[in-house]
T-cell receptor, first 119, second 113 residues
Framework: AQSVTQLDSHVSVSEGTPVLLRCNYSSSYSPSLFWYVQHPNKGLQLLLK??????LVKGINGFEAEFKKSETSFHLTKPSAHMSDAAEYFCVVTGKGNAGGTSYGKLTFGQGTILTVHP | NAGVTQTPKFRVLKTGQSMTLLCAQDMNHEYMYWYRQDPGMGLRLIHYSVGEGTTAKGEVPDGYNVSRLKKQNFLLGLESAAPSQTSVYFC????????????FGPGTRLTVL
């Protein structure tokens, strides 16, 4: 079984200040973890992913996340927020579903964190 | 490449009406998925397919049916729409196995009155 908890439903920052979006996970396997971003009225775009290589993962638009197994966390950070970062962010854990013996990439989504960036 | 496309973008239905949502992908992906997104609940998997001619139930399959007659298309049907099915529906596709990135379409916003 796997689950994801995003610890903040809303985060508000000023432009130019750091961003921290928190995510804790639970997984029976060695997990792979993603962060997706969704801008208003748009689909989901992959920001970054962790797949058991380096624990510090760099993504697009200056975002990065650190996998901490001891804390079961995968927090998303950015040193300096930009107005264009305003969006909803989803932490996602992947596991192995099973469909008639064929494994597939089952995604479990967190509830989402809405990031607001003030001028 | 268009990636993953969804038709229509918006739809309003009356209770009891039926409709079909179409998803198409041009990345030759084996796996395709239908999700619904509701406020504060992230995305929940409705149905998925691991190949042409195969489908399986996800977390919230009740009230929906799907078909995968062609590898590039995945259809989601509502036979008798209910207000509880008001949601934003996303289609996604991925390569076989896991954990591979899923590529998402732009979504269909459905309102059932």
């Amino acid at each position: 079984a796997q689950s994801v908890t995003q610890l903040d439903s809303h985060v508000s920052v000023s432009e130019g200040t750091p961003v921290l979006l928190r995510c804790n996970y639970s997984s029976s396997y060695s997990p792979s973890l993603f962060w997706y971003v969704q801008h208003p009225n748009k689909g989901l775009q992959l920001l970054l992913k962790y797949t058991s290589a380096a624990t510090l993962v760099k993504g697009i638009n200056g975002f990065e996340a650190e996998f901490k197994k001891s804390e079961t966390s995968f927090h998303l950070t950015k040193p300096s927020a930009h107005m264009s970062d305003a969006a909803e962010y989803f932490c996602v854990v992947t596991g192995k579903g099973n469909a008639g013996g064929t494994s597939y990439g089952k995604l479990t989504f967190g509830q989402g964190t809405i990031l607001t960036v003030h001028p | 490449n268009a990636g993953v496309t969804q038709t229509p973008k918006f739809r309003v239905l009356k209770t009891g009406q039926s409709m079909t949502l179409l998803c198409a992908q041009d990345m030759n992906h084996e796996y395709m998925y239908w999700y619904r997104q509701d406020p504060g609940m992230g995305l929940r998997l409705i149905h998925y397919s691991v190949g042409e001619g195969t489908t399986a139930k996800g977390e919230v399959p009740d009230g929906y049916n799907v078909s995968r007659l062609k590898k590039q298309n995945f259809l989601l049907g509502l036979e008798s729409a209910a207000p509880s099915q008001t949601s934003v529906y996303f289609c996604a596709s991925s390569s076989p196995g896991g954990p591979n990135e899923q590529f998402f379409g732009p979504g269909t916003r459905l309102t059932v009155l």
